[in-house]
């Protein structure tokens, strides 16, 4: 290895790795990116991502390493542990899973016999693949039923709940979701549980952010185990966290390593300690506040401009609207792929007792959580609102696209994002649109 090789930028040594990189920061900027789970992370979260805590091995946990070398490693662990620990209120804390998915996986093998039934929400009505789905880990070793929102409220209805605990009896019960657009009532979910002695997993990996600052009620006392992803509204980087009461500490421990995982990403455990740092801040909680305020000053434009809301509003960052109306609007598919030519980013949905198969789907899901890391405001909401519902409403109109776009360069241009990282002058980088 030349000393020239090792020492220079990305630029330098891989031309195309940096322009697609590029790309990627004019494409995030230019654009309104309204995906219910993403994100923009802190400059500061970026650079511990980067760091060289990514040439480390530290298999085994704080103070019990498998290999030498792991005292700043153990620092930065210890600092993610028990900064997760006070934001959610929880006595254990595992900051090591790679995803979502993989900290769901870590807590099954932790709890559940191979063969143990689990009840999860049905994935179209806005579960997660990790709750069940037969191509999945969870639907592949463990025996399956699903429940799902009522036909009237499209919401969870909890004595149907109560019902079909009793009548399944599972080992264990799987709540939360990644597209249900209300509150969901963790506490009464343990109470279900508890009458038939089964156990709760809540995966809170949508709302996270809002339960760290209280926005949300709070799944920690009332469920064995909680699972998060730590990049979605938490704003971390792309990872997992399981949080648990003391009494399982060992086992959850023990299944995230050496259970399904080897060496734990020591640069992303860096960067969720300073995400759930910032978290812990006072303006992360007015960020919550206004991602919730966002989401309703956008679910009533979408509203006004006629378009129908599933369960009809939000309680939280994330809206599933049915453009498809039984046939008088348009697919999903067809929404994401219009707003998508105009710079609008969401994605396409099934909605409760969709009539369109998943692919086509009836719906898009939109969210608020990186547009307020933007800054942008309720006003700026109203005016999305109002974009969505024009493309929506004349998907092939060249004319509606054109004034569209050129809205979406005006709003995105008064929101400067990630200065330090934008294409310089002259750079063959793309600008969206
Ligand atoms: C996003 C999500 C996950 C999975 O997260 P990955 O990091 O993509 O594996 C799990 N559960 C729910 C409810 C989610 O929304």
Redesign the pocket.
């Known amino acids: 290895m030349s000393d020239n090789f090792f020492t220079a930028g990305l630029e330098d040594v891989d031309p195309l790795v940096f322009k697609a990189t590029k790309n990627e920061v004019s494409r995030q900027t230019n654009g309104l990116e309204l995906i219910a ?1 993403e994100n923009f992370v802190s400059e500061a979260v970026l650079q511990a991502m980067g760091s060289v805590f990514t040439n480390k091995y530290a298999e085994g946990y704080p103070g019990k390493r498998y290999y030498g070398g792991c005292e700043f490693a153990d620092e930065v662990e210890q600092l993610a542990i028990d900064r997760a620990r006070e934001l959610f209120g929880a006595e254990h804390a595992n900051v090591q899973p790679h ?6 996986t870590a807590v099954y093998i932790a709890a559940l016999e191979h063969g143990n039934k689990i009840l999860g929400m049905d994935l179209s009505h806005g ?5 069940g789905h037969p191509l999945n880990f969870s639907g592949i070793n463990f025996e399956v039923a699903s429940y799902g929102v009522s036909r009237e409220t499209e919401q969870i209805d909890y004595d149907e709940l109560q019902k079909k605990v009793e009548a399944e009896r599972p080992a264990m019960i799987v709540c ?3 597209a249900y657009p209300r509150i969901i009532d963790f506490e009464r979910i343990g109470e279900i549980a508890r009458s038939v002695g089964a156990m709760v997993m809540a ?4 709302i996270a952010g809002m339960v760290a600052v209280g926005l949300h009620p709070t799944p920690v006392p009332h469920c064995e185990y909680v ?1 998060t ?1 730590t ?2 509204t938490l704003r971390g980087p ?3 966290l399981i949080l648990c009461k003391e009494e399982f500490a060992k086992n959850v421990d023990r299944s995230v390593f050496p259970g399904v995982q080897g060496g734990p990403l020591v640069h992303i455990i860096a960067a969720k300690a300073v995400a759930f740092g910032e978290a812990l801040r006072e303006e992360f909680r007015s960020y919550q506040a206004q991602i919730l305020s966002n989401a309703k000053a956008l679910a009533d434009e979408l509203t006004a401009g006629g378009l129908r809301l599933v369960s009809g509003g939000t309680d939280n960052h994330l809206i599933l609207v049915d453009v498809f109306m039984d046939g008088k609007g348009i697919t999903g598919k067809k929404a994401e792929k219009a707003l998508e030519e105009v710079n609008i980013t969401v994605n396409k949905n099934t909605i409760p007792f969709d009539t369109n198969k998943p692919f086509v789907a009836s719906g898009i899901r939109v969210g608020t959580p990186a547009l307020t890391t933007r800054g942008m405001k309720e006003d700026d909401m109203r005016k999305i609102g109002s974009l969505i519902s024009k493309i929506v409403h004349e998907p092939d109109s060249e004319d509606v696209r054109g004034e569209v776009r050129r809205e979406v360069k005006e709003l995105t241009g008064r929101f400067p994002m990630y200065p330090a990282r934008q294409p310089t002058f002259g750079s063959e980088a793309i600008s969206a649109g």
């Open positions: 789970s995803s979502g998915s993989q900290a769901n579960g997660h693949l990790t709750h939360g979701a990644s995966d809170i990996a949508h699972t992803t990049h979605k792309r990872g997992g």
